[in-house]
């Protein structure tokens, strides 16, 4: 899997031996954009092109493009879980936001860092 960006929008791109095509989605909109080429100059060009057409059709329809992220999202735990995580918060003398944005943060570079994507890479655009 590759990862494009582009205006602050990211893109998984994936290989389709079958159909011989790279293909991909915008992965972080409830709307559906997707995109295909047969090479990397192609399928890059295919998601720029997808994001405009996107971006221009709001406009046309005077709706205001979905924005790839807010900054807020909902976890959902068990009640074992959310007592351990506020507990392990408070003893680090940290907030309950703080505390897991600081480790969602270190587990997402780490895990990142293993498929060989960059911080900077994700974070380019946004």
Request: charged share 30%.
């Amino acid at each position: 899997m590759t990862i494009l960006t582009y205006k602050g929008y990211t893109g998984k791109v994936q290989v389709d031996l079958e159909a011989n095509i790279l293909h991909g989605e915008v992965i972080d909109l409830k709307d559906v954009i997707t995109f295909q080429g047969e090479s990397v100059p192609e399928v890059t060009k295919a998601f720029k092109d997808s994001i405009d057409d996107y971006i221009e059709f709001c406009e046309l329809e005077g709706v205001e493009p979905e924005k790839p992220f807010s900054g807020k999202f909902i976890v959902r735990l068990t009640p074992e879980q959310h007592r351990l995580i506020t507990v392990a918060a408070a003893s680090s003398g940290n907030s309950l936001n703080t505390w897991v944005s600081k480790n969602l943060m270190r587990d997402a570079i780490h895990d990142l860092d293993e498929t060989g994507i960059s911080k900077e890479q994700i974070l380019e655009e946004v």
